[in-house]
């Protein structure tokens, strides 16, 4: 009897795993608003087996499944997610009632970290913070960081065509004033320009935070006209095995060779385990630009090939007390310069660029009133010249004879701890250490110099009353080779003026200490003779500004708020590029006596239904130093104006599951001063001006399924290429009366997949 009840149940129980593969049960249903209108697009998915389809145009769906009990989820762009419990029989078929969805906005980024005691609301931050959420670089399309910059208020960006690489201006101020930031880990660049923008992987960022204004308290060095804060993505409870993929194809101007050669072709694909309080993830990115011709002849580039190879992989650990995370991010960028062909004979030149970053953190949180932080990294950039000849009869690369092959090597060490405490609920207190060692080497360094930095900040937040809120700062520093500022202060605060409208302002000495490469940099060539100047000081600056922020409505469907902004800086000693006394031929590094920043900005957001819409404006306006020298040069103005206008729209189609985003930037006429010597004439003022220009970019998204995504669009859409200028170059790499700004109206199509497994 025993062995006949066994056999029975090894025919029974497969017989009935086939009676339900045979015979499924169907569940049917409509999603709809709470206005009754269909929902075309809804991903509709039964877990935990992940069978599901999207809503068809009426909001109806379809789904045959095996019997069991399910959770099923309804999801989509612009909709809050719903879940119910649902169980099925074999042959069953389930109508469901209408599955009635709540619609609403995009989110608004609130949660910040850039110089805070810990991450609170942007409401309550003393900093003017701006974000940039990680659904806005998504629907941007944007495949590196500048792209998503480009049209944000106050931010230019540059590009240098001899060297290929663009550098980023804030608020009038260079990108040597600006500090660059990865999960509040300094990034290490060569000198002023901030070539590590461009060398962040995309695909890995949450956000994207930028304070305006000096923040050389918190965060030293370079931080004068502001920080950007790269945020990268961290884990999350509801997966644990998510893969993602994405694959973007893009047309320079008119060139586009498909998946290769003209164009621009990038791929990634990333991995993320988690389990329990552990996490494991990795991602690889290329990107490959296949440089566009322009006005060029021959082989010659007007915009050089580049090919990037980006990795990074990380091992975090999380518990209620602990949170401690490593991350390895490396670099491997190539950029090409073809020269001309001479009989059957050429000469290039490639700019190779790697950089290893390691980077540790950990957080432990001993009880609600105190944690710590500490961050550990270190940094290997080197940027090699590699001078080559190709013989096109015989198709061989030799390397060019009288030719330098140079490579310049920077490494930096980097530490920083944090406490934070709170005393009681009206004062906290933010005390750190930071150091910093920073070592070069090279053909066009001079010995291998080091710099050795020390510093202790202290920065306490007090609750005046609940309605002002103070946090006074002060940085003490040393530095081994240049006379540092010893002390910097500044002071940040909040007034609640009542429940719509909130006032900030803030003073701040800042400072930027030299670079290794303004220090001991000497390059010489055909073309350009730049050396060092061992004797700079450092930069200082004091800095003001104030904005108020008004909330014109704030419902569960419409957020309407307007941030009015005002900011004057001084700045003394800054480090300039100019020519050596008595021999012109020759740049080096020097420090001015005096320079000044001022401006007003208005930026408005809002938030209705569909629409997440922000519409901004700036007036810029830069020092003239040659307002100084009446008697010599004439009467000028002391400071030149530069307008500025920017708005992003978005607008969800629910129904249809897409987005359709319109960038633009229109970037004006920015007037400068120099001196001119006519013939058997004194010397002059002339004025000078680089037109206005406008940028826009369009993009459409549409989410197939659950897991897979297209967007599509436009960038470029007035076909900016270059703009011109009136002013005389005087710097080594000075463009001239044109200056490069983009390639053209270029067409993008991308395909993003992402999975995940819980």
């Known amino acids: 009897m025993k062995h006949f009840l066994l056999l029975t149940l090894c025919w029974v129980c497969p017989c009935a795993q086939l009676w339900a593969q045979i015979n499924p049960g169907v569940i049917t249903g409509r999603v709809i608003t709470t206005d009754g209108k269909a929902f075309s697009g809804a991903n509709i998915v039964l877990e935990p087996n992940g069978t599901g389809q999207s809503a068809k145009t009426d909001g109806s769906f379809f789904i045959k499944v095996s019997p069991g009990t399910y959770t099923l989820h309804v999801s989509g762009v612009g909709l809050d997610k719903m879940e119910r419990s649902i169980q099925i029989n074999a042959g069953e078929t389930l109508s469901l009632e209408n599955l009635i969805v709540k619609e609403r906005p995009l989110p608004l980024q609130d949660v910040v970290v850039t110089g805070q005691m810990e991450a609170q609301s942007l409401k309550n931050s003393v900093y003017p913070v701006r974000t940039i959420d990680y659904e806005r670089i998504r629907l941007r399309g944007a495949t590196n960081i500048q792209t998503v910059l480009n049209t944000e208020l106050g931010m230019r960006f540059t590009n240098d065509p001899a060297t290929g690489t663009s550098d980023v201006e804030l608020m009038g101020m260079t990108g040597q004033n600006v500090k660059v930031l990865l999960d509040g880990v300094p990034m290490v660049d060569r000198g002023g320009t901030r070539e590590s923008l461009g060398q962040i992987d995309i695909n890995t960022i949450e956000r994207i935070e930028i304070v305006e204004g000096p923040m050389s308290v918190i965060y030293g060095t370079d931080a004068l006209a502001g920080v950007i804060n790269i945020i990268s993505k961290k884990g999350s409870s509801d997966a644990n095995f998510t893969i993602s993929a994405r694959m973007q194809e893009e047309t320079v101007g008119k060139e586009y060779h498909a998946l290769s050669q003209n164009g621009i072709h990038n791929q990634n694909i990333g991995v993320k385990w988690q389990r329990r309080k552990i996490q494991l993830a990795g991602n690889f990115t290329r990107n490959d ?42 670099t491997d960028e190539t950029i090409n310069f073809l020269g001309y062909v001479f009989g059957t004979k050429a000469g290039d030149t490639d700019y190779i660029s790697k950089r290893w970053f390691h980077q540790a953190q950990g957080q432990f949180k001993l009880n609600d009133k105190l944690h710590f932080n500490a961050a550990l990294s270190y940094t290997d950039y080197s940027r090699r010249t590699l001078n080559t000849q190709i013989d096109f009869e015989t198709g061989k690369r030799t390397l060019a004879l009288g030719a330098s092959q140079d490579k310049s090597i920077f490494t930096t060490a980097f530490f920083r701890g944090t406490s934070a405490y709170k005393v009681s609920p009206k004062m906290a207190l933010l005390a750190g250490i930071e150091v910093t060692n920073n070592n070069s080497s090279g053909d066009r360094i001079l010995g291998s110099p080091t710099i050795n930095e020390y510093a202790v900040f202290l920065a306490p937040e007090i609750k005046l009353t609940p309605k002002i809120k103070l946090s006074p700062g002060l940085r003490l520093l040393k530095n081994s080779v240049y006379e540092a500022p010893p002390v910097i202060p500044s002071l940040n605060g909040k007034i609640v003026l009542n429940k719509k409208l909130d006032f900030r302002f803030g003073y701040a000495r800042g400072f930027r200490s030299p670079a290794l490469r303004e220090l001991y940099f000497k390059f010489k060539d055909a073309s350009h003779d730049i050396i060092g100047n061992e004797n700079l000081k450092a930069e200082y600056s004091n800095s003001f500004n104030s904005s108020i922020v008004i909330q014109l409505a704030e419902k569960p469907d419409l957020r309407l708020s307007a941030t009015l902004g005002t900011f004057y800086n001084v700045f003394h000693d800054q480090i300039t590029t100019g020519s050596v006394p008595g021999n012109a031929s020759v740049s080096s590094y020097f420090n001015l006596d005096l320079f000044k920043t001022k401006g007003v900005t208005l930026e408005n957001k809002l938030y209705w239904k569909n629409i997440t819409a922000t519409l901004g404006g700036a007036y810029i306006a830069r020092y003239n130093r040659l307002s100084e020298s009446p008697l010599e040069l004439g009467n000028t103005p002391q400071f030149t104006w530069a307008p500025e206008i920017n708005i992003n729209i978005l607008y969800v189609f629910n129904r249809l599951g897409s987005t359709i985003n319109l960038f633009y930037k229109y970037t004006g006429k920015r007037p400068t001063y120099q001196v001119i010597t006519l013939p058997g004439q004194e010397q002059s003022a002339r004025l000078a001006e680089t037109e206005g220009y406008q940028m826009a970019d369009l993009t459409v998204t549409k989410t197939v399924t659950k897991y897979v995504n297209l967007m599509g669009g436009v960038r470029n859409l007035f076909n900016i290429t270059n703009i011109l200028s009136t002013s005389q170059g005087t710097g080594a790499h000075d463009p001239g009366n044109s200056i490069p700004t983009s390639y053209g109206r270029s067409y993008f199509l991308g395909l993003t997949i992402n999975w995940s497994k819980h």
Do not use: C, H, V
């Open 289 to 330: 630009f296949g440089g566009w011709q322009g006005d060029s002849s021959g082989r010659k580039k007007a915009w050089m090939p580049k090919s990037q190879n980006l990795y990074t992989a990380s091992a975090g650990y999380n518990s209620e007390k602990w949170n401690i995370w490593y991350r390895f991010n490396g």
